[in-house]
């Protein structure tokens, strides 16, 4: 399996707070995501890094934002956490695009009361 | 971007072979067919892709006719552990680089003894 991971896993915070994901690989893969997946809306792209520093939105990104300073790490934080964010966060790794497919993290599940 | 059909549950049994069909009747010239298979509490697992003709590796097949309107996974011999939910997806490779996944609602395949 693609060497990525997520932390925390699990996660219960209150409205309004902060919260930052982290994902860390060890593929040394250029492009790394953040999808969150809710029933009966599949996965759906958040944000997403083409390189250190190099960041761009997604289909669903307001209310979050990214942050990539090494290669290896793709941070994902909700400045003020709603409960409309509580979810399963995935984050995923590919080489590059064309056919490179995308390798996905196990998930953070993120509970927002 | 290229919408998929696939149905939205299947049963077999142990030993047999499983076949998926998806249909994406407005895929384009570029596009090309991914799967993924997710476990719950898992992140989605790259299976296989293809473009054209016929895809193999170690756990799946791939066929694609010469239209690509459609695509058939094929899983032989199937056992418990292959219970999972199945993503066709349509892949288009955007400006930016990146791959754009659309994941729909997914097969849910469900292996008896």
């Known amino acids: 399996d693609a060497g990525i991971t997520q932390s925390p896993r699990h996660k219960v915070t209150e409205t309004g707070t902060p919260v930052t994901l982290r994902c860390h690989q060890t593929?040394?893969?250029?492009?790394m995501y953040w999808y969150r997946q809710d029933p009966g809306h599949g996965l759906r792209l958040i944000h997403y890094?083409?390189?250190?520093?190099?960041?761009d939105k997604g289909e669903v990104s307001d209310g979050y934002s990214v942050s990539r300073s090494k290669t290896e790490d793709f941070l994902l934080t909700l400045e003020s956490a709603t409960s409309s964010q509580t979810s399963v966060y995935f984050c995923?790794?590919?080489?590059?695009?064309?056919?490179?497919?995308?390798?996905f993290g196990d998930g953070t599940r993120l509970s927002i009361l | 971007l290229a919408k998929t059909t696939q149905p939205i549950s299947m049963d077999s049994y142990e030993g047999q072979e499983v076949n998926i069909t998806c249909s994406h009747n407005?895929?384009?010239?570029?596009?090309?067919i991914t799967w993924y298979q997710q476990f719950p509490s898992q992140g989605p697992r790259f299976i296989i892709q293809?473009?054209?003709t016929k895809v193999t590796n170690e756990v799946a097949s791939l066929f694609i006719p010469a239209d690509r309107k459609s695509s058939t996974l094929s899983l032989p011999r199937v056992s418990l552990s292959d219970t999972a939910v199945y993503y066709c997806?349509?892949?288009?490779?955007?400006?930016?680089?990146?791959?754009?996944?659309?994941f729909g609602a997914g097969t849910r395949l469900a292996v008896h003894p």
């Open positions: 293809g473009y054209k």
């Open positions: 995923a790794i590919s080489a590059g695009a064309g056919e490179q497919p995308q390798h």
């Open positions: 407005n895929i384009a010239t570029n596009d090309y």
């Open positions: 997806l349509v892949v288009t490779a955007l400006s930016g680089g990146y791959n754009k996944l659309i």
């Open positions: 890094s083409y390189g250190v520093k190099d960041t």
């Open positions: 593929e040394n893969h250029r492009y």
